[in-house]
């Protein structure tokens, strides 16, 4: 989006903390403010440092923390393309902004943690909660399996499951034919 509120297409050719280089048919004026919204990255927002036809590069300005996630998600990509391997997810995923949500156990622990990314089939957080792969678990009010454990967090996938009010277990739910 441009300086005058104007929306093109375009291609991130270069993405760091401290710039992004678009290849787009239309730029603005050198120095006007460029918002790009980046797929697995998000929102940068900087000035036109450097243009010339069918490209512009942007000076970015980001928070430290903000500086933070950009650095995680750019490591992220290039760690899923060193390995070859595309995102297997069938749905996609939307970055948000750290928020905290509460994490809670079937025992009934609870423990604030830090939603990085999530869409509607699971979410991604930071946390030192102790929990085991497949154990089930509450995001604030989704019922979700731990799919993955990593140092400081865990994926979740969300499920549908009720608990067994006598045994006060979680039994699996019954699908509909």
Same mark, same amino acid.
């Given at each position: 989006?441009?300086?005058?509120?104007?929306?093109?297409?375009?291609?991130?050719?270069?993405?760091?903390? @401290?710039?992004?280089? &678009?290849?787009?048919?239309?730029?603005?004026?050198? !120095?006007? +403010? /460029?918002?790009?919204? %980046?797929?697995? *990255?998000?929102?940068?927002?900087?000035?036109?440092?450097?243009?010339?036809? @069918?490209?512009?590069? &942007?000076?970015?300005?980001?928070?430290?923390?903000? !500086?933070? +996630? /950009?650095?995680?998600? %750019?490591?992220? *990509?290039?760690?899923?393309?060193?390995?070859?391997?595309?995102?297997?997810?069938?749905?996609?995923?939307?970055?948000?902004?750290?928020?905290?949500?509460?994490?809670?156990? /079937?025992?009934?622990?609870?423990?604030?943690?830090?939603?990085?990314?999530?869409?509607?089939?699971?979410?991604?957080?930071?946390?030192?909660?102790?929990?085991?792969?497949?154990?089930?678990?509450?995001?604030?009010?989704?019922?979700?399996?731990?799919?993955?454990?990593?140092?400081?967090?865990?994926?979740?996938?969300?499920?549908?499951?009720?608990?067994?009010?006598?045994?006060?277990?979680?039994?699996?739910?019954?699908?509909?034919?």
């Amino acid at each position: 989006m441009l300086d005058d509120g104007s929306e093109h297409p375009c291609v991130c050719i270069d993405v760091s903390v @401290g710039g992004v280089r &678009l290849r787009a048919a239309q730029a603005g004026p050198w !120095g006007s +403010r /460029v918002v790009a919204y %980046i797929d697995g *990255i998000g929102r940068l927002e900087g000035y036109i440092v450097r243009r010339a036809p @069918g490209w512009f590069a &942007l000076e970015t300005r980001v928070t430290p923390r903000k !500086g933070e +996630r /950009v650095e995680e998600r %750019i490591a992220w *990509i290039r760690e899923s393309e060193a390995i070859a391997t595309p995102d297997t997810r069938r749905l996609s995923r939307q970055f948000v902004e750290r928020q905290d949500v509460t994490l809670s156990t /079937v025992d009934g622990r609870q423990q604030i943690a830090q939603l990085t990314d999530i869409s509607k089939d699971g979410a991604a957080l930071l946390t030192d909660a102790a929990v085991e792969l497949g154990e089930r678990v509450r995001l604030d009010n989704r019922r979700a399996r731990v799919m993955r454990v990593f140092p400081g967090g865990m994926a979740l996938k969300f499920e549908n499951w009720a608990v067994d009010k006598a045994a006060g277990v979680p039994a699996a739910r019954a699908r509909r034919a």
